[in-house]
């Protein structure tokens, strides 16, 4: 499964992955600590590392861990099977939910704006098929695991047929026609064997690593929240009815600002994180387009071990509007590689 997710790292996994190489005998993990949509944990877990997952958005951790979900755990022995649960959950009646009475045309009817994330069926299809993963759960016919590779297909199924240009941020204003679709849900294919995974929704800065974890740090580098860009998978994913705001419907989601988003914080935010972990090696993928440049972040980091930057590929540009468009196309990525226990600080040049 694909997303478009700000800074996802779908394009540059296979370079990471040299870096991440095969785990040691010594027992660590490979923290996610900044999973956003997986695909580095994913990679990782293919490597052989028992994986843990972390983020401090719900959604981020339910469509990350539905990726190292096997068949063996998600059979839905009550239901018939995943293709059957599908089948149903394809062919119940839209309801008018949440998601209908506030993110699609219908929201003019209570309030002031005529949100259009979703067509009016498309909206109530999400809110009858996250109201029926709910109560199957509540009733005990699928299990954890199965309720969040659930969700995760819901997730996915939302974003093909969402009138966006990304994210959640704000709707567009004309029927897209990917918008004008029916909502589908698909069954997904799982990995064959069960393996180690721990899911977390922390702060990045509540983690308690062990010195043999392999820790890899993405954060945010921009002034993008993505609690506010991803405000209604957060909203699919949690199953409450938050008060939302404005024309876009926030979802109250200041507690979740990240630190790392903003330019007077971001350094001091990134040098504690990698100072306060007691991961011996750490991977930290930046972008020239970030918040602090590369240099001056790495002059930081040579204080905590070697620190040594990897040139990785150019990759296109995210383009949310036509400014963003009309600049240069293709964004430098680095990952810094950080070993704490080497006292050397010999500072790797930027090339
Ligand atoms: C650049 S994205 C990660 C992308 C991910 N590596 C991928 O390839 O999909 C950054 C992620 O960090 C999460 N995040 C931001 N601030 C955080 C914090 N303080 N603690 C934990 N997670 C945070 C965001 O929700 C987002 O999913």
């Known amino acids: 499964m694909t997303y478009r997710y700000i800074g996802s790292k779908a394009r540059l996994v296979e370079e990471i992955a040299e870096y ?15 999973c956003g949509t997986g695909v580095v944990a994913e990679t990782a877990m293919k490597l052989g590392w028992p994986v843990w997952l972390n983020d401090h958005m719900v959604s981020a951790g339910i ?58 069926e498309n909206a109530g299809r999400i809110d009858a098929i996250r109201q029926q993963i709910g109560l199957w759960k509540k009733g005990e016919l699928i299990t954890k695991l199965e309720e969040k590779l659930l969700i ?25 026609n990917q918008a004008t679709n029916s909502l589908i849900m698909l069954q ?13 929704c922390e702060d990045v800065s509540n983690l308690q690593v062990s010195s043999h974890d392999l820790v890899y740090l ?38 979740k600002a990240s630190d790392f988003c903003y330019k007077t914080r971001a350094l001091d935010a990134l040098t504690n994180l990698v100072v306060n972990l007691d991961s011996k090696r750490i991977l930290l ?23 040594t930057p990897i040139n990785l590929m150019k990759v296109g540009r995210y383009r949310p509007n036509k400014t963003a468009s009309m600049a240069r196309s293709t964004v430098r990525e680095y990952l810094i590689v950080i070993e704490k226990d080497k006292l050397s600080t010999v500072r790797g040049e930027v090339i």
């Open 152 to 176: 995760a297909d819901l997730l996915s199924a939302t974003n093909r047929i969402a009138n966006i240009a990304g994210t959640y941020g704000c709707f567009l204003s004309k029927w897209q």
């Open 63 to 120: 469509i990350s861990a539905a990726r190292m979900i096997s068949t063996h755990e998600a059979n839905f022995k009550c239901l018939g099977g995943y293709s059957e649960v599908i089948n149903i959950l394809n062919g119940l009646d839209p309801l008018r939910g949440f998601i209908w009475r506030e993110y699609s045309p219908a929201s003019v009817l209570t309030g002031d704006v005529e949100r259009r994330y979703f067509t009016e």
């Open 285 to 307: 993928s930046y972008s020239e387009e970030g918040h602090v440049p590369i240099d001056q972040l790495m002059d930081n980091l040579t204080q905590v071990g070697s620190v």
């Open 218 to 255: 993405d954060p945010p580098y921009t002034k993008r929240q993505y609690a506010a860009y991803y405000h209604i998978l957060e909203t699919i994913a949690i199953n409450d009815e938050p008060e939302v705001q404005g024309v876009s419907g926030l979802r109250p989601w200041q507690t």
């Open 188 to 200: 997904r294919e799982l990995i064959s064997q069960p393996t180690t995974v721990r899911v977390t």
């Open 20 to 34: 991440i190489g095969t785990p040691s005998n010594s027992g660590g993990m490979f923290v996610d600590a900044f």
